[in-house]
């Protein structure tokens, strides 16, 4: 085992006081972590432990190497993700017209200053000719579930592989002061004949047609093109509705608006990514890509389906 490896033991062992449990959590045989950290106080020439009945106690000498170890390997890190990036003149994402997906990105440029990350917003067909193009490293897309299949062939056809992140309902977005439809509450889709549904599936260039059985005849539709006037729509009309996939909860409570998951319905949208095949994705990539799946997927913690 190399000297860093066997600090990092070292440093597992002070964190957990106990041979045995350090063990557990760094998935090593118990004689092979004691081995371990016996050959590294010898090459140090003092011992970073006492030991006794108790268990294992830093030594004041252990304490001021490992304190200094650790913050020397925290730089050695970062160094090396910094010469990561500096292989890439920049990571370009392409995404549908989402909040959730947005936010996310933007949390992400702060959480990685060191990346040159940049992003555009677009309808699905522009995702995809810019990730087919590879003018984008990945795109991130939300579709019908009902409508994967064809849609996967689809992309397969333009030569991108096509990779679910995880499955919701759909959601009712409204205002807070609506007074027909309550956040905690069953929403009853009846109720949406006095409100004023919003049109609001043309950003992805998708239609789930089956979504209209399930709404009342009575129900009047504003059909809008502009998705941008959103939020100027719900703040208008109190009881002005979108059913949508769901939206980032900064944005809820920037706008005073509630998302509602409609559990009643058979139908369910599914949030995925598409990068071309066969094209291998640099470290930095992957990395974002996966910071950005499993956020995605911690916001939407509660209304996941199977």
Known sequence: MDKFQAIRCALTIRKYGKISKAADVLFMAQPNLSRTLAALEEE????????????????????RY??????LLEELANLEKACRCEQLSHVTIATIESSLYINHILDAMQQYPE?????TENDLDEVIELVESEKAEFGLIIIPYSQQKNYEKYFSGHGLAYFPICRT??????????????????????KLKHCILSSTQHSMRLKDESLGT??????????????SSNMDFLDTFPNGVMITF???QRVLRRNDLISIPLRQLPLSMEYAYVCKKRKKLENPVKMILGVLCEEVKN???????E
């Open 169 to 190: 309902p759909y959601f009712l977005l409204t205002n807070r002061q609506n007074p027909y439809f309550r956040e905690g509450e069953k929403p009853d889709l009846n």
């Open 44 to 63: 140090l020439g003092f011992a970073l432990f006492s030991r006794s009945k108790k268990g294992l106690t830093v030594t004041s000498q252990g304490e």
């Open 66 to 71: 490992l304190t200094q170890a650790e913050g």
């Open 299 to 305: 916001e939407l913690e509660g209304n996941l389906l």
């Open 246 to 248: 769901q939206t980032h």
């Open 214 to 227: 399930y709404l009342p005849k009575e129900c009047r539709i504003l059909e809008r093109n502009v998705r």
């Open 115 to 119: 990346l040159p990350i940049e992003f």
